[in-house]
């Protein structure tokens, strides 16, 4: 269950509130048992060495870059462990032995980064076409600075996909312009990028938890970051640009009271023998609809008599309710109302 929250200046970098989040929660809240779960904005070896120093225990996610120093444990298709449908997860032991780095493998987040460098590989070999025809028509000789500029920006607009290609703009005196166009795909590039999709690593000092624990216990983090995310998903209202601390905080506080509600909802569907997945009880109940009925009075005051009623819902509605404990109220209150 979310416990606090803490707002920060806009122009503070995450990584370096790690050690004041850290003593103020325990402030708050104690230090018995406590598991800090970060993401990858938060490490750096000045963190890490402080909460080992400290005694304080950590899953914590890793930058991409730490991908190439497993490529030998990702290669090996060996003990990996299917924990989801679409999850399988890999425990390999860090050169100290005092770490657990866990590989985590998504089939959906593979298919996910794979279109996205599919995507981005195709807006760029687009670009370096169009640069080459431009070339090849120029009458008129071309400065090879601006083209390698345009190159530039080329790659940095598509940066997932800037590295798989090697590109050189070569000196060509049977062209008027002077220049000529060379590009090809890295093969490495795509070896690599087809071994890491997909895959990203955590890190822990705690030694005797399984590899699902460690999962489970990091992947809290989405939840709380979907909180954050209600109002372009559920509520549809982004962009939202504010201009006063005041509604920052006010944002940030009806983010926070959502997913205490959502947490809520998820201990008490778990406890129904209903799964733990909050979304499922939404998308089903999101069904049931209240109804207005209208009647004209008989008097010819031109008054009306409107009685709010709840549709009764289906047999599958019915059983969630029932699971919950919940009835739902023939009719909304106060009805009767007359309106003029």
């Given at each position: 269950?979310?416990?606090?929250?803490?707002?920060?200046?806009?122009?503070i970098?995450?990584?370096?509130?790690?050690?004041?989040?850290?003593?103020?929660?325990?402030?708050?809240?104690g230090?018995?048992?406590?598991?800090?779960?970060?993401?990858?904005?938060?490490?750096?070896?000045?963190n890490?060495?402080?909460?080992?120093?400290?005694?304080?225990?950590?899953?914590?996610?890793?930058?991409?870059?730490?991908?190439?120093?497993?490529?030998?444990?990702?290669?090996?298709?060996?003990?990996?462990?299917?924990?989801?449908?679409?999850?399988?997860?890999?425990?390999?032991?860090?050169?100290?032995?005092?770490?657990?780095?866990?590989?985590?493998?998504?089939?959906?987040?593979?298919?996910?980064?794979?279109?996205?460098?599919?995507?981005?590989s195709?807006?760029?070999?687009?670009?370096?076409?169009?640069?080459?025809?431009?070339?090849?028509?120029?009458?008129?000789?071309?400065?090879?600075?601006?083209?390698?500029?345009?190159?530039?920006?080329?790659?940095?607009?598509?940066?997932?996909?800037?590295?798989?290609?090697?590109?050189?703009?070569?000196?060509?005196?049977?062209?008027?312009a002077?220049?000529?166009?060379?590009?090809?795909?890295?093969?490495?590039?795509?070896?690599?990028?087809?071994?890491?999709?997909?895959?990203?690593?955590?890190?822990?000092?705690?030694?005797?938890w399984?590899?699902?624990?460690l999962?489970?216990?990091y992947?809290?983090?989405?939840?709380?970051?979907?909180a954050?995310r209600?109002?372009?998903?559920?509520?549809?209202?982004?962009?939202?640009?504010?201009?006063?601390?005041?509604?920052?905080?006010?944002?940030?506080?009806?983010?926070?009271?959502?997913?205490?509600?959502?947490?809520?909802?998820?201990?008490?569907q778990?406890?129904?023998?209903?799964?733990?997945?909050?979304?499922?009880?939404l998308?089903?109940?999101?069904?049931i609809?209240?109804?207005?009925?209208?009647l004209?009075?008989?008097?010819?005051?031109?008054?009306?008599l409107?009685?709010?009623?709840?549709?009764?819902?289906?047999?599958?509605?019915?059983?969630?309710?029932?699971?919950l404990?919940?009835?739902l109220?023939?009719?909304?209150?106060?009805?009767?109302?007359?309106?003029?």
């Amino acid at each position: 269950m979310p416990l606090g929250y803490e707002i920060f200046a806009g122009n503070i970098t995450d990584v370096t509130t790690v050690k004041q989040i850290v003593e103020g929660m325990e402030s708050r809240f104690g230090k018995v048992n406590r598991v800090w779960v970060m993401d990858r904005g938060m490490v750096s070896a000045k963190n890490i060495a402080w909460l080992n120093a400290t005694g304080r225990r950590y899953v914590i996610g890793t930058a991409r870059a730490e991908l190439s120093r497993w490529a030998k444990e990702m290669a090996d298709k060996t003990a990996w462990h299917q924990i989801r449908e679409d999850v399988e997860v890999k425990i390999c032991r860090g050169p100290d032995g005092s770490e657990t780095f866990l590989l985590c493998r998504s089939a959906s987040r593979m298919e996910k980064e794979k279109a996205m460098h599919e995507r981005f590989s195709k807006r760029i070999e687009e670009g370096l076409q169009s640069l080459a025809r431009r070339i090849e028509k120029s009458q008129t000789a071309l400065e090879r600075g601006e083209l390698e500029r345009q190159i530039g920006r080329l790659l940095e607009r598509n940066s997932r996909a800037g590295a798989r290609y090697s590109i050189l703009v070569a000196e060509d005196t049977s062209v008027p312009a002077g220049l000529k166009l060379k590009w090809s795909a890295r093969s490495e590039w795509d070896d690599w990028a087809a071994l890491s999709e997909g895959t990203y690593i955590l890190r822990s000092n705690i030694q005797d938890w399984t590899d699902e624990e460690l999962w489970k216990t990091y992947i809290q983090l989405t939840e709380a970051e979907a909180a954050f995310r209600i109002q372009k998903s559920d509520l549809c209202i982004r962009p939202i640009w504010h201009h006063k601390q005041g509604r920052i905080k006010a944002h940030i506080l009806i983010c926070f009271l959502a997913y205490a509600l959502w947490k809520t909802l998820q201990k008490w569907q778990s406890r129904a023998g209903l799964g733990d997945s909050p979304r499922t009880i939404l998308t089903e109940f999101s069904r049931i609809h209240c109804a207005d009925i209208v009647l004209p009075l008989a008097d010819g005051s031109g008054r009306e008599l409107r009685l709010r009623c709840i549709v009764r819902p289906e047999r599958e509605q019915a059983l969630l309710l029932q699971r919950l404990g919940l009835t739902l109220p023939q009719r909304l209150h106060p009805s009767p109302m007359a309106k003029m």
